[in-house]
């Protein structure tokens, strides 16, 4: 029998549990009430964050406006305008805890890795997202444009690896990941990252020509299908049952549920 050789490399990111995200396609959602807020936050589809101060007034909605292959999305709607202050912000959050990111580890620091996202918006202009390496006190951004309203696009940003330690193995916040939606200039009056790992500051986290999406009632933006994987590129994404969604959201919260 003919020996046959693999390359390993070949390999990187098509087994399974790739996406290291949970309810990235916006499947659960087990509080199942509308929140609009304009000074306050909290939880929409389950471990989507939702933060907002004094750029607007925002109605968060879990949407079946999805792109094909896809069921749900968030749904943003400015539903009362304003302009933007020094400390405005508005942004989705998902937290990760270090020991469901061990994949990520190298030998002193983390390795590559890569976020893909579908996206459609009603402005047009350029987006930042964010992330905040917790157990290193880093932080690293990247931009993305929607060039086209109102259509849904694929986006994919690679992170490049680091040497500045690893990620904790514990049930701790070691990872957050933030789509930035409006920003005054508490955020965005420094050196914008622009996909290099430095110090956490916050005024370096968001670029300074994001869209500020409070500033018309006519404002929405939508985003499904988020995955996260080791590696330098973005495959397709790792579709899971409701029920495996389920019970990873309900390791952080429990709503009973009635099935017919």
């Known amino acids: 029998m003919a020996l046959i050789k693999v390359n390993v490399n070949a390999l990187d990111n098509v087994s ?9 396609g916006m499947l659960v959602d087990q509080r199942q009430s ?9 939880f ?6 939702q933060g907002s101060d004094a750029s607007g007034t925002f109605q968060y909605t879990q949407s079946t ?10 749904k943003i709607q400015c539903t009362t305008a304003a302009s933007l202050s020094a400390s405005s912000y508005n942004y989705i959050m998902h937290k990760l805890e270090g020991n469901a990111l061990q994949s990520m580890n190298s ?3 983390i390795v590559e890795h890569t976020i893909s996202f579908y996206a459609k918006s009603s402005k047009t202009g350029v987006y930042t997202v964010n992330i905040r390496d917790e157990d290193n006190s880093l932080m690293n951004s990247k931009t993305f444009t929607v060039s086209t309203a109102n259509t849904w696009e694929r986006y994919v940003l690679t992170f490049p690896a680091h ?7 514990d049930n701790l916040s070691s990872y957050r990941l933030y789509w930035w939606f409006a920003s005054g200039t508490d955020q965005t009056s420094g050196t914008f990252y622009n996909g290099t790992w430095g110090a ?5 986290r968001v670029s300074s020509s994001n869209v500020h999406l409070g500033d018309s009632t006519n404002n929405n933006f939508y985003i499904t299908g988020i995955q996260m994987e080791v590696g330098n590129k973005a495959s397709d994404f790792e579709h899971r049952s409701f ?3 389920l019970r990873g959201c309900q390791r952080y919260y429990f709503e009973p549920q009635s099935f017919n």
């Not at 406006?65 to 968030?74: C, E, Q």
């Not at 956490?200 to 370096?204: A, E, I, L, M, V």
């Open 44 to 49: 929409r589809c389950d471990r989507w964050y």
């Open 107 to 109: 030998t002193n620091g």
């Open 65 to 74: 406006d999805a792109p094909a292959g896809f069921g749900n999305s968030i």
């Open 16 to 24: 399974g549990r790739k996406n290291l995200l949970i309810n990235g």
């Open 34 to 42: 509308t929140m609009q807020f304009s000074s306050s936050s909290g």
């Open 200 to 204: 956490q500051s916050n005024p370096n």
């Open 243 to 245: 029920a495996e969604e």
């Open 163 to 169: 040497t500045s330690g690893k990620l904790d193995n």
